[in-house]
């Protein structure tokens, strides 16, 4: 069973950094791709940032070139200069194949970043 945990919210002050970490544990075949996001009270949750299998990323037109996503034994989102707009829940996303031909999508149990003005 493949199971997720984020670590590294808090309150941080506008044009601040934080970094997001996600240790992945439990075996898959095959991880297609990771990543983040985020969801605040009453909105869906939201594409933050991913890097897939091959090492491509995706970020969220309102993080980019200030959040930078990247991946060894863990995930990481390394996030600067830091708005109120970027204040939520920040979830840690695997998808793939923990057994062949059986596609899964796993995620962790989120992380609260607090970004004051």
């Known amino acids: 069973q493949v199971q997720l945990v984020e670590s590294g919210g808090g309150l941080v002050q506008a044009g601040g950094s934080l970094t997001l970490s996600c240790t992945i544990s439990?075996?898959?075949?095959?991880?297609?791709?990771t990543g983040w996001y985020r969801q605040v009270p009453g909105k869906q949750r939201e594409l933050v940032a991913s890097i897939n299998s091959g090492g491509s990323t995706n970020y969220a037109d309102s993080v980019k070139g200030r959040f930078t996503i990247s991946r060894d034994n863990a995930l990481y989102l390394q996030m600067n200069s830091l708005k109120p707009d970027d204040s939520a829940v920040y979830y840690c996303?695997?998808?793939?194949?923990?057994?062949?031909?059986?596609?899964?999508?796993?995620w962790g149990q989120g992380t609260q970043v607090t970004v004051s003005s």
């Open positions: 439990g075996r898959m075949v095959s991880i297609v791709q």
């Open positions: 996303n695997v998808r793939g194949y923990p057994i062949i031909g059986s596609w899964a999508d796993y």
